[in-house]
């Protein structure tokens, strides 16, 4: 059975800094394109983040360039989302996803979720200003 649980979110200042984990367990993980994702609240999901499986490929959604950076470690099964320079338009509840599908996610620029097939349950980030 497949476990995806994400942990680090909580409540920071406009400018501040969180560090997303999302550990993942039942698969072998080092085979598998990962995806940080998140929703605000009357917003659709969109794609924040994604990495291919061997991290060779790492993309971001415009608005988080130079402030998230997310890395990859197979020895824990975990990704990561490091989040600097917080905004409170960064609100949201962040999603961890999981897929075999590299193309779909490294083509869509990491929005094409269709391509997720294990879902965290979502962890709430608040940015306040």
């Known amino acids: 059975q497949v476990q995806v649980v994400e942990s680090g979110g909580g409540l920071v200042q406009t400018g501040g800094s969180l560090r997303l984990s999302c550990t993942v367990t039942g698969l072998n993980f080092k085979y598998y394109n990962m995806g940080w994702f998140r929703q605000a609240p009357g917003k659709e999901r969109e794609g924040v983040s994604c990495?291919?499986?061997?991290?060779?490929?790492?993309d971001y959604l415009d608005s988080v360039k130079g402030r998230f950076t997310m890395s990859k470690d197979d020895a824990k099964n975990t990704v990561y989302l490091e989040m600097n320079n917080l905004k409170p338009e960064d609100t949201a509840t962040y999603y961890c996803?999981?897929?075999?599908?590299?193309?779909?996610?490294?083509?869509?620029?990491?929005?094409?979720?269709?391509?997720?097939?294990?879902w965290g349950k979502g962890i709430l980030v608040t940015v306040s200003s």
């Open positions: 990495i291919n499986w061997n991290s060779v490929h790492t």
């Open positions: 996803g999981v897929t075999d599908n590299e193309t779909r996610l490294i083509r869509s620029r990491c929005q094409g979720m269709d391509a997720v097939t294990y």
